[in-house]
């Protein structure tokens, strides 16, 4: 059974089953075998009325429904869950097999939710708002006492816990393969941690199998404090000093072996622990530190090192030398991210397309000086899958459309980011999406503001299995795109000769500020040959509907669309995340229209969008029910009365932002969050028609 192809088949079909067990009344709370004479078990053991025999069959095993649930998304498995007692088991089995994260904050509603985890096993858990409260130690008491034996994987991300209380929460678990401690200062601000003897031989039992270990940024690491912590992780595989104060130019030990500085974390003491554990150490992440080139140097050299992944995100010294070093000494490198490294230019990423072959995830975003030359060996990466050129405002696509236009050359790429890439033109994104179609997954032309309906057609004609696709600021874009309609050829030569003046861009990169002008498309060489050209006008336009596995979708600020095409083609089963921010034009009709064709949606904006009323949300609140972060801020025609919806139908709020919601007040906001009190938090900024200018 196939994932990518079956899934939808099988979802539509499971959660048929579901919805249908439960319009019948079934509930977890029924026992084992309390259907009633008029009722009958299916052969996935939900209750049906009137079956055939052929259907008259025991139940299935459980292993065997938690694989078919497998194919499902999480949400979707959350619903099952809530079918009967084989489904709920079922469903509890397939999240617990994918390592699902959940999130625990510091509050008192929280103790009971863990003792309900700890039932199903968890094993991957995200502490928050820690600290050296009383609410903060019962949840660590809480944690310690029902997670700690199976828990894997420990995200302390930003939190102030005392070092007795990190210390008892360590020690209680002792399978720990995963430990984010990213930005929590408190417990390295005394230097004491793992001080005495005795902790430190309790720590080394508990991280014994830690594999993986979060420090990024901490302002008071020292290199005592990371050998006292370190040491005890003797299998470390992943290590992460991101924005970490590392010294690299000072030497504070001028010639001593003894790295043991109580004030700073060296590099020296650094390239000492990379010796040690070259032979296991296989990714390393230095992003936002001030790394040289004798620093890179030294690094890539260290003796028996075989890096599979390193990130040097914003590590604005690193030089085209440094990165050169880097590809011929590391050649095994699999991901590699020089995302904001604002001194390379096009020799670093030909040093990487000669230097790593085996490369499979590259990200590029924010190096104003690359250019499309850069890429005339990008041929060499034919195992590469992800590509993110983002805001490289140079880079027009050309030298990468050459090479994914021969199908012996191109790469299978899954996921590909030109966000901010004001050169990109429509006969790139026409030819890469013919290039493409078997590989492509993820798409970002967001602020690409030169792409026109051309390029929203070509996409959903070749890349049908398309899941993620952003075009966020792409203002261009109008509702005979999304429709699949042929735009009238008058309007289209209006519209290319049209003389508009200076317009100002949101790319800044451009060596100005105004964007560069139309090219005809007919006349671009580059990308697209003229019988090629007049060839693919001939074939049949589809519309944004046949894009039927998409997860997510953005459209914010596409100004020109209307309900027109919205209430059309916004119709896909699976999708999760939507946004139509700033579409002004948009009324209730989009909005109903989106709620009864995308009924798995989790995160839903339409901030800004002024045509919008508290009918609509009235009409439309029922086909939420799995909307978990909701946006409508500066929606002013809005009342009370949408949060009364609202909180009525979509139980599984967790986030809703009102602010700039003239038409609500403080007094319904507060009425809303003691309807839905457990989790939902509320932004409500210049509500009730206060006066932003007087206010800011």
């Known amino acids: 059974m196939a994932r990518q192809d079956g899934g939808i088949a099988e979802r539509q079909v499971l959660i048929a089953l579901c919805l249908d067990s439960r319009d019948r009344g079934a509930r977890p709370d029924h026992p084992k075998g309390a259907a009633g004479p008029e009722q009958e078990q ?32 999480i949400a979707d498995r959350k619903e099952a869950s809530l079918v009967n007692h084989t489904w709920y088991f079922a469903a509890q089995d397939s999240l617990r097999q994918e390592n699902i994260l959940y999130n625990i904050p510091a509050t008192s509603t929280s103790l009971a939710a863990i003792e309900s985890l700890a039932r199903r096993r968890v094993s991957c858990v995200s502490l928050t708002s820690l600290d050296g409260s009383t609410v903060s130690r019962d949840v660590i008491q809480a944690v310690s006492c029902h997670l700690g034996p199976h828990l894997q994987s420990l995200s302390l991300r930003g939190s102030s816990l005392t070092e007795t209380s990190f210390l008892h929460l360590l020690l209680a678990c002792p399978c720990l393969s995963s430990l984010d401690l990213s930005g929590c200062n408190s417990l390295f601000m005394s230097g004491t941690l793992l001080s005495k003897p005795e902790t430190i031989g309790q720590a080394r039992e ?37 924005r970490c104060h590392l010294t690299f130019e000072f030497d504070p030990y001028r010639g001593s072996s003894n790295y043991n500085s109580t004030a700073l974390l060296s590099f020296r003491n650094l390239l000492r622990f990379l010796k040690e554990r070259a032979s296991s150490l296989r990714a390393l992440d230095l992003s936002g530190t001030s790394i040289t080139l004798p620093a890179m140097r030294s690094l890539v050299q260290v003796e028996g090192l075989r890096l599979q992944e390193l990130v040097l995100q914003n590590c604005r010294d690193l030089s085209n030398e440094a990165v050169s070093l880097l590809c011929t000494h590391q050649p095994h490198l699999t991901a590699l991210d020089l995302t904001g490294c604002s001194e390379l230019s096009d020799r670093a990423t030909l040093a990487v397309s000669a230097g790593l072959r085996a490369l499979q995830s590259l990200h590029l975003g924010k190096l104003q000086r690359l250019t499309d030359g850069g890429f005339l060996g990008i041929a ?13 405002s140079l880079v027009s696509g050309s030298e990468l459309v050459k090479v994914c236009s021969s199908p012996e050359l191109r790469p299978n790429l899954a996921s590909l980011s030109f966000a901010f890439c004001s050169l990109l033109r429509d006969s790139s994104v026409l030819s890469l999406a013919r290039s493409l179609s078997p590989s492509l997954r993820v798409l970002d032309l967001s602020s690409c503001v030169s792409i026109t309906n051309v390029s929203i057609q070509a996409i959903s004609s070749h890349l049908p299995r398309l899941t993620v696709l952003r075009l966020a600021w792409c203002k261009e874009l109008t509702d005979l795109g999304l429709l699949g309609a042929e735009e009238p050829r008058e309007e289209c030569n209006h519209r290319r000769e049209k003389d508009t003046g200076p317009q100002f861009s949101r790319n800044f990169g451009n060596m100005g500020f105004f964007l560069p002008p139309l090219q005809n498309l007919e006349q671009d060489p580059k990308a697209l040959s003229d019988s090629s050209w007049k060839e693919s006008q001939k074939q049949p336009r589809a519309s944004l509907q046949a894009l039927q596995y998409l997860q997510e979708l953005d459209l914010m600020a596409c100004s020109k669309l209307t309900d027109t095409s919205i209430t059309k083609v916004i119709r896909f089963p699976a999708l999760r995340q939507l946004s139509l921010s700033l579409l002004p034009e948009i009324t209730d009709a989009s909005l109903v ?44 025609q809005l009342t009370c009365q949408t949060l009364m919806a609202i909180s009525r139908e979509c139980r599984q709020l967790k986030s809703l932002d009102v602010s700039m919601c003239h038409g609500i007040r403080m007094a319904d906001i507060e009425l809303f969050q003691v309807q839905l009190p457990l989790q939902t938090c509320v932004q409500s900024r210049f509500v009730g028609g206060a006066d932003l200018s007087f206010t800011l």
């Open 206 to 242: 508990a991280l014994t199998n830690l594999q993986e270990l979060n420090l990024a940024g901490l302002r008071y690491l020292s290199d005592l404090s990371f050998n006292r912590l370190t040491g005890c992780a003797p299998r470390l595989a992943r290590l992460s000093l991101a």
């Open 593 to 636: 229209a989106v709620a009864r064709g995308c009924q798995s949606l989790e995160q839903l904006s339409m901030s800004h969008c002024g045509k919008l009323t508290d009918k609509g949300f009235m009409e439309a609140a029922g086909s939420l029910r799995r909307l978990q972060h909701f946006v409508i801020s500066g929606c002013s």
């Open 380 to 392: 060499e990466l034919r195992s590469l899958q992800n590509l993110d050129l983002s805001e490289c």
């Open 42 to 73: 299916s052969v996935l053991g939900v209750p049906k009325r009137g079956s055939c025999s052929c259907m008259e069959t025991q139940r299935l095993p459980v292993e065997v429904i938690t694989y078919i649930l497998s194919f499902l998304p």
